[in-house]
């Protein structure tokens, strides 16, 4: 059973690019959460949703940053005109129930702004 | 805001010696868990703790969710170098989890 899948592992992006994250939940689960971690810091919650649908996004910046779980398809995680303090790790993790079940964490994508 | 406090923020141990984190909320829990993260990993589930003064035990790893649920606690007896990682408590307050920031353990052997 596959765990969760991120990519890509690493990305890096110029100042004022977009970036792209993408996340495969477990198979099975529909619950997908979204989080940043800074070199030696804790998780930050960003945003978590269903299936085509944002339950709470109350952790993630109002401006340049969306978050979307279609239908069909990875949950993907964007970041417009990014700036260098964008520069972080993104963990998704998926659970197959809502909060407060188990989290199954995926490897992260390290996004570093240059 | 609900707040997730850890401490220490960091803690050296011989190999052999027990460890111990500690997590505060400023406000009551639903309920608690507690992730592993190695250096450069993703962080690994390890519990969940829901009940008032709950104790779970993992081999040499206790857990605790204090009396009021706005503390708990995890303790490694016997730390081995496999211990080595940041150890997260994060705060269930209903529709999210806030996570604290971690307590670091190295493990000298």
């Known amino acids: 059973n596959a765990g969760v899948m991120q990519n890509p592992r690493h990305l890096v992006r110029r100042r004022g690019q977009e970036a792209r994250l993408r996340c495969s939940p477990m198979?099975?689960?529909?619950?997908v959460y979204w989080y940043r971690q800074l070199p030696e810091e804790g998780l930050k919650f960003m945003v978590y949703?269903?299936?085509?649908?944002?339950?709470?996004e109350s952790g993630m910046p109002k401006e340049r940053f969306s978050a979307e779980f279609p239908k069909e398809g990875p949950s993907i995680l964007r970041i417009q005109q990014v700036v260098r303090g964008d520069s972080a790790a993104y963990f998704c993790?998926?659970?197959?129930?809502?909060?407060?079940?188990?989290?199954?964490f995926g490897p992260g994508t390290r996004l570093t702004v240059t | 805001g609900q707040q997730v406090m850890q401490i220490p923020q960091y803690q050296h141990v011989q190999e052999g010696e027990d460890f111990t984190t500690y997590c505060n909320s400023s406000?009551?829990?639903?309920?608690i868990q507690w992730y592993k993260q190695r250096p450069g990993g993703h962080p690994v589930f390890l519990i969940q703790?829901?009940?008032?003064?709950e104790v779970k035990k993992q081999k040499r790893l206790t857990f605790q969710f204090g009396e009021a649920k706005k503390n708990s606690s995890l303790h490694i007896t016997a730390t081995q170098t496999t211990d080595v990682g940041t150890y997260f408590c994060a705060g269930n307050y209903g529709q999210n989890f806030v996570f604290g920031p971690g307590t670091r353990l190295s493990v000298l052997p």
């Open positions: 406000t009551t829990l639903s309920n």
């Open positions: 703790l829901v009940k008032s003064g």
């Open positions: 993790a998926s659970s197959s129930q809502g909060m407060p079940y188990e989290q199954y």
């Open positions: 949703l269903q299936k085509e649908n944002i339950i709470d």
């Open positions: 198979k099975g689960h529909s619950h």
